[in-house]
Every structure is written in structure tokens, then in C-alpha cells.
């Protein structure tokens, strides 16, 4: 029997061509470095990274006002442990921890509500960050606030939808993608007819990839095919978790608490779209109606390339700061700081710095 | 971030529920799957389960990690 690395081989062979491949989550990125598969691909294969690492996407200005608002003395920041150390314009959460800020690590953001219950006297501000995996998870949050009457919850929100900035990329003169792996747990909840508008509009392939080593071999196998086929399909290779439509409660649980609205994406710049903010009916639970936090203007280091990286143009070894000062102990862009990042993947698992 | 684990529901209080995740419990809410029950599969994303699987698709998972020895891919 042939072994998928084989077929690939032999796909590859009758592409007679280079193929870029985009995964657009930060999980699959993960397990594609930290499983060697990269290495198992024919050199005309190429998997590239996208946005698809929420933290890596979240704007400087956003961690500014985080950093603002842990500095308040009656407010508590509860927060994913991811972003913690995610460089501000001067700061960062875990800066501000150190210094005495008040920065609470939770694994759900029905811990933090639990902890706004538990502390009345404070103001409990949930950092909302995610794509359509998490976003569910915090609008149920917001939800439940509102029912059980919590006045001192609320989020600050920057969720982001992955479609719309997938439709940025391919409008991109400069983005060159032959085929999408598209994210798995995005995916349970949106559904796989989400993605139907990139075989229909730009004649792109995409495949929703488990994460497995075995799925994204799998999924690599069926782009291809499909790429030698002529063929544009969504196809779902994540089928134990991935159907058509996705969670309907879910789902709805987003319509109820969100709107979309235009997004920053850090290192890409605005997608029209692309974001998800508070509905007004529940703008008391909104920490920049409940508290009045406000976003300025960010500063981040110029030679810093990870919206390149990030658009998949570059890869951190075109960086001129990837190893040398920016390190995942002293990191300068956010690819680096993320477990999920780009840079951070590469300098873990490569062992390569830029000449 | 948008990690999701597979874990057993061992008990059901309501819309929360305690999984087990390889031996670790942990209280998560099931209000966004249909008909939580004893025994499911589900898959968890920050306190939350978010899909429930079938027997088959569990069995799908145990034999890809069975097969996903890249050594054996190579072989």
C-alpha cells in the first residue's frame, strides 16, 4: 500500500510545478514543525503560514489599552495566558504583572465570569480574543452576565472572523496561494459552506484539516488532487468533527451578542468585516462603553516583519530581528511570543536564524 | 488558541458537565451540544464543548494516532 508521503510525492511529480499551500491556523502550523511533516514534503510542496494565530493578529493598540486598563486600580484583567507576553507599544500584560498590575490567567471565560461574582468591589474586564472557535465562548459569557445581572463583567473585544480575512489575502497582488488548508476547530463551529466563496470566486482548493500528522498529510494529498483535477471544492478531511453547517447554538449564540464590524489586523492593516464587536443591547458588558478604555495610536518596531510573515510573502528567516534580538525570551513581534507563532515555530523547531 | 481537546463526560450537572481528559477532570458546559450524555465524546475548547463525536469517529481518531508514526509513513 502506498503511504500518503509517496502519493504526495507522486502528485507533486505530475504537478511539475511549485505549489504554495497556506494553513490559516495556528494549530496546524504547530503540529506541522513540531511533527517534522515539513520535512516529509517534496521541496515544490510548500506550506506556508497565514493569520491564523489569533494572538499573533491582535493589534499593538489592543494590548496598550489592556496594559492601561490593568494599571486601574479597581479593575482586574482576566485573560488567556497567551497573551501575556504579547509586546505592546512599551508594554506588555506580563510587564504590568510583575510590576503589580492586576492580571488574572483563566482557561475559559466562564472563570472569569465566576471570578466577577467573586469579587464584586472589582471591575472584571475579559480580554476577548479568538477567531469563531472562542468567540461562541465569550458571547456565552456576555450572555450569562447579562441574565444573572453581573454588572461588574465585561469584555474588551477584538474577535476576528477567518473568511473575510482569507478573501483579503487572495486579493493580495502580492499573497501567491495554490490551495488552503483551512482550520479545523474554526470550522466546527462556521461549518465548511463558509469557504465555498474561494472555489467560486477565486478557483482556489480548500481542505478542513484535522490535526493529526496523518490529517494534514491527508489534507495535502487531497489539494493536490484536486489542484491536478481542475477542481475549486471545500473539502472536509476533519470529518469526525467538521459537517456542513457547523454548531447551530454556537452560531447563534455569536448572532445574539455580536455584529460584525472592520477589524485592525496586526502587521495587515484593516479587513472590512473581518471583526466581531458588542451589540449595542449588550453594551454594558462592552469595556469600552462599561469602563471607557479607549485604543491610540501603537508603536511597533519598523523592522519587525511578521505582517509579511503573517500574509505569508515572507518567512521569518527574511527577518532582520528573527534570532538575533527578537528571541522567544525576548520577543518583538508577536509571532514570536505565541506558541502558535510563525517565528516562534521556526526558531524552535528550524534551528535556523536569518544570515 | 483554538486548541480543542477530546474528552469523556463522566458526569452531568445540567448545562455543566465533568469531563475527563486522559484521567484529568475538569468542570466544562455543555449548552452549546445537543443532548449531552453519560459517556460521550466530545471535544472541548476553553471550558466549552463544542462537538460531540460518534463512536466511529472516535475509533477514527484512535487508528490515525495509531498509524501516525512518521516512521511508519516513511517506511
Known amino acids: 500500500m502506498k503511504t500518503l508521503v509517496q502519493t504526495i510525492e507522486e502528485l507533486a511529480g505530475r504537478l511539475g510545478r511549485d505549489v504554495e499551500l497556506m494553513e490559516v491556523c495556528g494549530t496546524h502550523t504547530m503540529v506541522a514543525f513540531r511533527t517534522g511533516l515539513r520535512q516529509l514534503l517534496p521541496e515544490s510542496v510548500r506550506l506556508r503560514s497565514g493569520p491564523g494565530c489569533p494572538v499573533c493578529v491582535t493589534d499593538a493598540s489592543y494590548i496598550d489599552a489592556a496594559v492601561e486598563l490593568c494599571r486601574r486600580p479597581d479593575v482586574v484583567v482576566a485573560t488567556f495566558g497567551d497573551l501575556l507576553r504579547v509586546p505592546g507599544s512599551e508594554s506588555s500584560l506580563d510587564r504590568e504583572r510583575a510590576a503589580g498590575g492586576s492580571v488574572r490567567i483563566v482557561y475559559s471565560p466562564s472563570d472569569a465570569l465566576v471570578l466577577a461574582k467573586e469579587c464584586p468591589s472589582k471591575r472584571v474586564v475579559f480580554l476577548g480574543v479568538g477567531f469563531e472557535t472562542t468567540a461562541p465562548t465569550v458571547a456565552w459569557s456576555i450572555w450569562r452576565a447579562a441574565r444573572d445581572g453581573v454588572r461588574n463583567f465585561s469584555v474588551l473585544c477584538a474577535h476576528k472572523t477567518m473568511p473575510r480575512a482569507m478573501d483579503a489575502l487572495l486579493r493580495d497582488q502580492q499573497v501567491k496561494i495554490d490551495g488552503f488548508l483551512c482550520p479545523g476547530h474554526v470550522s466546527v463551529i462556521t461549518g465548511a459552506a463558509v469557504y465555498r466563496f474561494i472555489g467560486e470566486r477565486y478557483k482556489i482548493p480548500c481542505v478542513i484539516a484535522g490535526f493529526e500528522a496523518w490529517d494534514i498529510l491527508k489534507s495535502i494529498n487531497m489539494l493536490l488532487t484536486q489542484i491536478l483535477d481542475g477542481r475549486a471544492a471545500v473539502e472536509i478531511e476533519y470529518s469526525r468533527s467538521v459537517t456542513e453547517h457547523g454548531n447551530a447554538a454556537a452560531q447563534r449564540l455569536i448572532v445574539e451578542v455580536f455584529e460584525p464590524n472592520d477589524a485592525i489586523w496586526r502587521g495587515i492593516g484593516t479587513i472590512s468585516g473581518s471583526g466581531l464587536a458588542i451589540r449595542s443591547k449588550y453594551s454594558n458588558f462592552d469595556a469600552t462603553h462599561a469602563i471607557g478604555v479607549k485604543f491610540g495610536e501603537a508603536h511597533v518596531n519598523p523592522l519587525c516583519r511578521c505582517g509579511d510573515i503573517l500574509r505569508g510573502i515572507s518567512t521569518p528567516l527574511d527577518c532582520r530581528l528573527f534570532g538575533c534580538t527578537c528571541t522567544p525570551a525576548h520577543p518583538i513581534g508577536p509571532c514570536m511570543v505565541s506558541s502558535e507563532g510563525t517565528c516562534a515555530a521556526y526558531y524552535k523547531y528550524e534551528g535556523r536564524v536569518a544570515a | ?75
Open chain 2, 1 to 75: 488558541m483554538c486548541l480543542a481537546v477530546p474528552a469523556v463526560i463522566v458526569e452531568l450537572h445540567g448545562t455543566t458537565a465533568t469531563i475527563s481528559v486522559e484521567g484529568a477532570l475538569r468542570e466544562v458546559d455543555v449548552s452549546l451540544i445537543e443532548d449531552p450524555r453519560l459517556g460521550d465524546f466530545v471535544l472541548v475548547h476553553a471550558g466549552f464543548a463544542i462537538h460531540k463525536w460518534d463512536k466511529s469517529e472516535v475509533e477514527e481518531l484512535a487508528a490515525i494516532r495509531a498509524a501516525t508514526d512518521l516512521r511508519e509513513v516513511l517506511a
